[in-house]
């Protein structure tokens, strides 16, 4: 683990000391080394339970796919941003991928993290980078709106947390996600029990969204610049699905009583908020949506606590984070160009830019879905596990398929195939910078067909 | 009041054409001018803009921008009318109770018969 940190940590050092000449090329190989390095965890026996352990730190087979993912997406962003940053002054430059490293170094020992309370302070500690990622660099003037909304339903979410945190060390005199399935089932008989148990969910919840607190998610990831929409769909949002995972081993048996209107709220709001998405205008906020529903079908997968449902749950984080982050990148170099997230002001794109309509196509079908690609595995399993646990849900679920295909297409058919308008007459050319942050999201996915057993976690 | 002339950019219109319409009152003619020169205006200013060697940027749309800030932004708009408050228990409140009702005694049952043992797995697969 100290292998993989060490390294994240001496990047900020080499970020302040290189000439400006070197920065983005060196950053850029320091964070892909450390990406590639960080595959090697993928190759540990991870039957065992936890590997690289240590008292503070350990991976097991759930958080080591979201490691690898969190430690692949940073070469990445950087990548992304190059472009947009290139105007500004070398200083700002340098803060800025600042922020992106220490947001890294936070995620790596938060998913690390082996003790409740190191889980929760890493889990806020993210918030300030990316507020401080959205609010300054973000383009227009709604991303101050955007940043409050972002910090205040986290955190609001999130203090009930830390109190049912300490209380449970209170009782238990141990946090350890060690010793958490071992220690004997908690007295949980109590009204203010359930309490406690609503304040262990709730920080997840508004953070995975679930429907009735997603109103932070399409205002951040739209006012955010790409580093930030990217790190937000792709890592943060799986924050939330990860600690909910953590979690919920303790808070039997009250969760199969206190989840139903979680469950429904999930998906209620995977069918919801993928109608909101058929009657976007804006690209940006349309892929924000889509998360949204995504997310929904991943919470439903683990509040349901079965076997098929956190496997599941895990490979739709995986597969929805590379693909989503993908189709902020896409929507990116729409924004560079017109400098407009309107969708309809930039259509017929395939004409004009073919190889980048290959890009849009493949990561629209992802996004639907689309056999053997990891993403229908996750969303297979969460739906056959639903229907399992009611058959009554397949309506919900159903529905929900029909109209992530809907709004999919719709987005790939609106800004690739039509008549081309005249913004999009006159813009520039793909950068190879652009066509290699595509392959580097697809390349990923594309493997993991070939082994899902990496990302399918201790469940299964 | 004829002194509006046909220009390369902005062709005259009709209802300007002495010719064409003489049965029409000066006032008349006077708003159609005016409202023919604000057009005029437009019209060069877009086609100024449109034809500038150096543009790189898009030729902003006004009616474009306020479509989209409409569209994002309907909630400064919102009234609770018999309507929408229709839509919004239908949509947002309704469904939530009617999937737990049938969710909750859905999964009752199935829970009753798993502890009585009388729940038939046809088709015998992990959960």
Known sequence: MLMILTPT?????????????????????????????????????????????????????????????????????????????????????????????????????????????????????????????????????????????????????????????????????????????????????????????????????????????????????????????????????????????????????????????????????????????????????????????????????????????????????????????????????????????????????????PLLATWWFLFTLANLALPPLPNLMGELMIISSLFNWSNWTLLLTGAGTLITASYSLHMFLTTQRGPITSPVLAIEPTHTREHLLMILHLLPLLLLILKPALIWGWAL | MADYKAAPLASLPKTLDPNEYFNLSPEHRRAEEARAAVRANLKRQYQVQLNNPHRKELVDDPALTRWVYARANPYPHFRATKKTSLMGAMFGVFPLFFFYYVFKTDRDRKEEQIKAGTLVRKFNLTS
Not at chain 1, 40 to 47: N, Q
Not at chain 1, 247 to 255: E, H, Y
Not at chain 1, 260 to 282: E, H, K, N
């Open chain 1, 9 to 353: 940590m001496m990047l900020l050092p080499m970020i302040w000391l290189s000439s400006s000449a070197h920065l983005w090329a060196s950053v850029l190989a320091h964070s892909m080394t450390i990406a590639l390095v960080s595959l090697s965890w993928l190759c540990l026996p991870m039957e065992a339970g936890w590997s690289s352990l240590n008292s503070f730190i350990a991976t097991d087979p759930l958080s080591t796919p979201l490691l690898v993912l969190t430690c692949w997406l940073l070469p990445l962003m950087i990548l992304a941003s190059q472009n947009h940053m290139a105007k500004e002054p070398i200083n700002r430059q340098r803060v800025y991928i600042s922020l992106l490293t220490s947001l890294q170094i936070f995620l790596i020992l938060a998913f690390g993290a082996t003790e409740m309370i190191m889980f929760y302070v890493m889990f806020e500690a993210t918030l300030i980078p990316t507020l401080i990622i959205i609010t300054r660099w973000g383009n227009q003037t709604e991303r101050l709106n955007a940043g409050i909304y972002f910090l205040f339903y986290t955190l609001a979410g999130s203090l009930p947390l830390l109190v049912a945190l300490l209380v449970l060390q209170n009782s238990t005199g141990s946090l350890s996600f060690l010793t958490t399935q071992f220690s004997p089932p908690l007295q949980l008989h109590t009204e203010a029990s359930k309490i406690w148990w609503a304040g262990c969910l709730l920080a997840f919840l508004v953070k995975m969204p679930l429907y009735g607190a997603h109103l932070w998610l399409p205002k951040a990831h739209v006012e955010a610049p790409i580093a930030g929409s990217m790190i937000l769909a792709a890592v943060l949002l799986k924050l939330g699905g990860y600690g909910m995972m953590r979690i919920i081993i303790i808070l039997d048996p009250l969760t199969k009583q206190l989840s139903y209107p979680f469950i429904i709220l999930a998906l209620w709001g995977v069918v919801m908020t993928g109608s909101i998405c058929l009657r976007q205008t804006d690209l940006k906020s349309l892929i924000a949506y889509s998360s949204v529903s995504h997310m929904g079908l991943v919470a439903a997968g683990i509040l349901i606590q079965t076997p098929w449902g956190f496997t599941g749950a895990l490979i739709l984080m995986i597969a929805h984070g590379l693909t989503s982050s993908a189709l902020f990148c896409l929507a990116n170099t729409n924004y560079e160009r017109t400098h407009s997230r309107t969708m309809l002001l930039a259509r017929g794109l395939q004409m004009v830019l």
